[in-house]
């Protein structure tokens, strides 16, 4: 009998299965598995399926032959288009054999170590694995995150991840990292309905991009020189992925930063390669400001339209007369365009300046360098519109040294020295998204990190090298027209007078001293009376 005061437990009546029921739902649920497992597999379910078929049949024979002809199409379709062998054939495989047995084995250590767990109701919550797609140097990771996580926490633990599989280098990516193909043909529209699933938009999900093969190791061929430039797609670098990674040049500035010996000659003469077909037939003139003394472009002389190396006075001559274009070219093409189109007579003009940092940091003449610096930013902020652009090359990119940095929309980060720098050149948090251009080895001259179109994660690229018998037949097989340096003859051109405006009035104010304070620093010195 219970009183007040009693504690009393109670508990829920349990339900009790017999064991056979408790089997029979055991055995269900392995066969949904298994079910479940094949209509996600076919293609190794048949693999298996034909195999067994050939084996009952024919005996080992009905195996090894199918084996062997296998091999041998394999064989005759790589050398034949080995980018195609790849995508469909050996990609797969490998990234299905790393998935299981690389990655799958260390997941739940790597995870753990990392610090990309979480811990719900007293469990381990863990990041899925969905997929590992394969090439030639990468393995892309589809992974869907714990709920309550961003890419951002994958981004800072990028080196981790790197180091905890085994490798030196790894990228994040918060959208798919390759484009979707362009199809034609008969089954366009429905294999476009697939793509449009395949690259549909997955918050959840991220992609990890392990870097297995490295291939900016090895020394990048120049390309080959196109006789029309598409100046929005101008193959200047190879990528981790060993595809192209091309510039977009038009209406936009392009700002390289590196160290000392980092290969930011690479990135300059690649650029003026792929320019020198439209340099020779007029599309395109280069102005080139060399305050090494010409150490470094002197070589390429005859591609240049203009080209100052000594005086420093020339150098912001040339400036000023590229603001000249710029003026002329917003007064003839206002109304009519928003973006320049270039042509052979209204070519584009390319301002390139190695060592950017002589002309506004560490030249003594203050005149001459505030004359420069009102130069630099008018080109900066207008002239990318009317087709007069700015490439520019530096050490140090400190707003001391480059106080509009900011108005370069294309940025490159070579090696740098300090990891703040890398923030200062490809934007805040490049560096946690992977951009590891303070840590670059000593054979990496050329390597460095870009922003690629659409996506805020950086990419590493390896630009091509140019040698200095590469530079003397460009400058022999692609020399500037006779008529180059007279582009500025077009400044001559009727323009569009500018309208007169009446000054506005202005209200006049009283001194910002007040009156007692006035009265004693007016006070004659002698006499301590007003003046």
């Not at 790597?110 to 590992?132: I, N």
């Not at 280098?169 to 034609?184: K, M």
């Not at 003594?364 to 004359?371: F, H, I, S, Y």
């Amino acid at each position: 009998m219970t009183t007040a005061g009693d504690l009393m437990v109670i508990r829920p009546r349990r339900l009790e299965l017999p064991v056979w029921l408790i089997a029979v739902g055991l055995v269900l649920r392995w066969l949904w598995r298994g079910l479940w497992w094949c209509l996600r597999h076919p293609v190794a379910v048949g693999l298996v399926v034909a195999g067994v078929i050939l084996y009952r049949e024919f005996g080992r024979t009905g195996v090894i032959v199918p084996v062997v002809l296998a091999a041998a199409v394999s064989a005759v379709w790589r050398w034949r288009h080995e980018s195609s062998w790849w995508t469909w054939c050996a990609g797969p495989i490998l990234g299905r054999f790393r998935q299981l047995f690389v990655y799958r084995r260390a997941w739940r250590e790597a995870m753990t170590l990392c610090g990309l767990t979480k811990v719900y109701d007293h469990r381990t919550v863990l990041p899925e694995l969905l997929r590992v797609r394969s090439d030639q140097a990468l393995d892309v990771l589809t992974i869907c995150m714990v709920r309550g996580q961003t890419p951002e926490e994958f981004q800072k633990a990028t080196a981790n991840l790197a180091y905890a599989f085994g490798r030196r280098h790894a990228r994040v990516y918060s959208e798919r990292p390759d484009d979707p193909p362009i199809r034609s043909g008969y089954w366009a529209l429905v294999l476009g309905a697939v793509d449009r699933l395949r690259f549909r938009d997955r918050p959840s999900v991220v992609y990890l991009v392990v870097v297995r093969t490295d291939a900016l190791r090895t020394l990048v061929d120049p390309f080959d020189v196109p006789s029309v430039p598409d100046f929005t797609a101008l193959p200047l670098a190879r990528r981790e992925d060993l595809r192209h990674w091309c510039l977009h040049l038009l209406a936009t500035h392009v700002l390289i930063g590196g160290a000392t010996r980092s290969g930011k000659g690479s990135v300059l003469w690649s650029l003026v390669r792929v320019l020198a077909g439209g340099v020779s037939s007029g599309l395109v003139r280069l102005w080139v400001i060399d305050p090494k003394g010409g150490m470094e472009f002197a070589m390429g002389r005859p591609l240049f339209a203009r080209f100052a190396c000594k005086s420093f006075e020339a150098m912001a001559d040339l400036l000023d007369e590229a603001v000249a274009v710029m003026r002329e070219r917003q007064a003839r093409l206002a109304g009519a365009v928003r973006v320049h189109t270039p042509t052979e007579a209204d070519p584009l003009v390319v301002v390139v300046i190695d060592e950017m940092a002589a002309l506004t940091a560490y030249l003594q003449d203050v005149d001459l360098r505030k004359r420069i610096a009102g130069s630099l930013g008018l080109l900066l902020s207008q002239g990318a519109g009317v087709g007069v652009l700015v490439v520019a090359a530096l050490q140090d990119p400190r707003k001391e040294v480059l106080p509009f940095r900011d108005l370069f929309p294309t940025r490159i980060a070579l090696g740098l020295t300090e990891a703040a720098q890398v923030d200062l050149v490809l934007g805040d948090g490049a560096r946690n998204r992977g951009a590891l251009a303070d840590q670059m080895p000593r054979w990496a001259k050329g390597v460095g990190y870009v922003i690629l179109d659409g996506t805020p994660e950086p990419a590493r690229v390896r630009f091509s090298y140019i040698s200095d018998d590469h530079i003397r037949e460009l400058a022999a097989e692609y020399p500037a027209p006779a008529d180059a340096a007279d582009i500025l003859a077009q400044v001559g051109r009727e323009t569009a007078t500018e309208p007169a405006r009446p000054p506005l009035p202005r209200q006049r104010r009283g001194p910002l001293l007040p009156d007692s304070l006035l009265n004693i620093l007016d006070r004659d010195t002698d006499g301590g009376e007003p003046r």
